[in-house]
């Protein structure tokens, strides 16, 4: 008995170990693609993809040489790595012509307005599930701009450390979810809470 107990914690904890590894593959891959995929609509030339390339290695290299440092507090490596995506943005910025600066903004906006019909969509489909009433809509709505507003606000204040970025977009997490318990009815909670766990599950199958 005892012996099958270990073999299910070990097969277990293989189990986690590869979906984990997976998951990283996954995103890593997908990063990649991205990278291909905007350097391709923006037209980098072949000096600007080298440049990209060798500024990639650079920070590659000191965000190993920063995890090896043991003379600093976590905080101050985090602050450290922190900074060094900042840095590697700006050069990346740097990079573009005027023209290509143009592009990645409509490329954004592009994407922001993807975003938008998405949850316009969702919300929609919401309304007919649970029942939403058009005040209720209204409310949603309005909640999703104000939590945007305060977000960029967040991110944009170069003032914050990466602690205290990332403690303020929590706090503006919980707000955000306190806000919208107090926007649905119990019943329309109970069927929102329905509605998510039969996702999960469709997505675990589906693995």
């Known amino acids: 008995m005892k012996k099958l107990i270990v073999l299910t914690l070990a097969l277990s904890t293989i189990l986690f170990t590869a979906n984990a590894q997976h998951k990283r593959e996954q995103k890593m891959g997908g990063k990649k693609q991205h990278h291909a995929q905007l ?59 005027p023209e290509q600066k143009t592009k990645m903004a409509e490329l954004k906006a592009t994407k922001m307005a993807k975003k938008e019909d998405k949850f316009a969509k969702g919300l929609e489909k919401m309304k007919s599930k649970i029942n939403l009433s058009d005040a209720q809509v209204m409310q949603l709505k309005s909640q999703r701009e104000r939590i945007k507003a305060n977000t960029k606000e967040i ?53």
């Not at 000096?47 to 507090?73: G, R």
Request: a positive charge.
């Open 155 to 207: 991110k944009d204040n170069e003032s914050l450390s990466r602690t205290q970025r990332k403690e303020q977009l929590m706090a503006l997490k919980a707000e955000s979810k306190t806000q919208k318990s107090n926007i649905f009815t119990a019943d329309q909670i109970k069927q929102l809470d329905e509605m998510k766990k039969n996702k999960m599950g469709k997505t675990h199958m589906s693995k």
């Open 39 to 97: 350097a391709k609509q923006l037209n980098l030339s072949d000096e600007q993809k080298k440049q990209a390339q060798a500024n990639k290695v650079a920070l590659k290299q000191k965000m190993k040489e920063l995890n090896k440092n043991e003379s600093i507090t976590v905080k101050e490596q985090r602050d450290r790595k922190d900074a060094l995506r900042k840095e590697q943005k700006a050069k990346m910025q740097a990079l573009l012509t």
